[in-house]
């Protein structure tokens, strides 16, 4: 069964850092291109980052460009997104999603909240 | 960008009945090479994260019921629910995956009237 959890959520002030992370069970996280987005409190979803399955096509909408790092650990299973400089703007609730094909999301995980305040 | 523009923003459909919700894209996302439109339909019922319906425009996701069906070509596209269901209150978004960075509509809720 496809899971995925999402932690490293919480509740900083403006400028300060974040990483969240995902974890991944039931496939290789690591055959798949993986993405991450965000719904801010009571508002739609935005499409953040997403990383290739070879972590060579690395993209990040313009909102986070230069404040937000997406990687992933092969090892581990996992996939990350480092949220530096952060603004109140970027509260909202984080999903980490496996995405198919050419870039449709099939399984999402429950989302951390991030909270800039 | 892509910016995707969905309508209306919400709508009340009695159970039974049709609901049909569509979405535009800014830009062309028929990929010529392949004739496919790059575009994903989304459910998300609330506390929930969001859950795929259709990619391709109209390839049903498994276990999708087939009430659910997805129209349109280019730059319009339609999700229609044939007979609406008391479970099919939520909120739909678009996404399209055409260009490198991928965008969604602003989504469209769905109640029973």
């Known amino acids: 069964q496809v899971q995925l959890v999402e932690s490293g959520g919480g509740l900083v002030k403006p400028g300060e850092s974040l990483r969240l992370s995902c974890v991944a069970s039931?496939?290789?996280?690591?055959?798949?291109?993986m993405g991450w987005i965000r719904q801010a409190p009571g508002k739609g979803l935005e499409w953040v980052s997403y990383i290739s399955d070879t972590s060579h096509n690395i993209k990040y909408a313009d909102s986070v460009k230069g404040r937000f790092t997406i990687s992933r650990d092969y090892a581990k299973n996992s996939l990350y997104l480092q949220m530096n400089n952060l603004r109140a703007e970027d509260t909202a609730l984080f999903y980490c999603?496996?995405?198919?094909?050419?870039?449709?999301?099939?399984?999402w995980g429950q989302g951390a909240l991030v909270t800039v305040s | 960008d892509i910016v995707m523009t969905q309508s209306p923003d919400s709508l009340a459909v009695s159970l039974g009945e049709r609901a049909t919700i569509n979405c535009r894209s800014s830009?062309?996302?028929?990929?010529?090479?392949?004739?496919?439109?790059?575009l994903a339909w989304y459910q998300q019922k609330p506390g929930q994260p969001p859950k795929l319906l259709l990619y391709?425009?109209?390839t049903r996701e498994s276990g999708v019921p087939d009430r659910f069906s997805g129209s349109g070509s280019g730059t319009e596209f339609t999700l229609s629910i044939s007979t609406l269901q008391a479970e099919d209150v939520a909120v739909y978004y678009c996404q399209q995956y055409y260009s490198t960075e991928w965008t969604f509509g602003q989504g469209t809720k769905v109640e029973i009237k």
């Open positions: 391709w425009a109209s």
């Open positions: 830009q062309n996302i028929l990929y010529s090479s392949n004739n496919k439109n790059y």
């Open positions: 039931g496939f290789n996280l690591n055959d798949y291109y």
């Open positions: 999603a496996r995405a198919l094909g050419n870039g449709w999301f099939d399984s």
